[in-house]
Nanobody, 122 residues
Framework: QVQLVESGGGLVQAGGSLRLSCAAS????????MGWFRQAPGKEREFVAG????????RYADSVKGRFTISRDNVKNTVYLQMNSLKPEDSAVYYC???????????????WGQGTQVTVSS
């Protein structure tokens, strides 16, 4: 079992930056692939970024590539999402997720946080 708690969301102007954090419980954090997903009102949950358990590779959605950076600290049991050059279309509830294997599909991740709201004003 893994419990995830996100933080760091908020309101920011377009072009600004935010850093999301996701703290995980449990001693097996480094065995999980971690992902960030987001869901805007009326839209399906979509993949944003993922990082391997050993932090040796990352993956990004095309829409955030070059602007967002995912990272993890396996000592602190925390995964981060640094978001730069934010756009109004990045507004959504952001969720972190943990799973045994990487996937861009949300149903492949058994563990989820409660989500944190990110709002980007124009």
């Amino acid at each position: 079992q893994v419990q995830l708690v996100e933080s760091g969301g908020g309101l920011v102007q377009a072009g600004g930056s935010l850093r999301l954090s996701c703290a995980a419980s449990g001693r097996t954090f480094s065995s999980y692939t971690m992902g960030w997903f987001r869901q805007a009102p009326g839209k399906e949950r979509e993949f944003v970024a993922g990082v391997s358990g050993s932090d040796d590779w990352t993956r990004y959605a095309d829409s955030v590539k070059g602007r967002f950076t995912i990272s993890r600290d396996n000592v602190k049991n925390t995964v981060y999402l640094q978001m730069n050059s934010l756009k109004p279309e990045d507004s959504a509830v952001y969720y972190c997720a943990a799973g045994p294997l990487f996937s861009t599909m949300s149903d492949r991740y058994p563990y989820w946080g409660q989500g944190t709201q990110v709002t980007v004003s124009s």
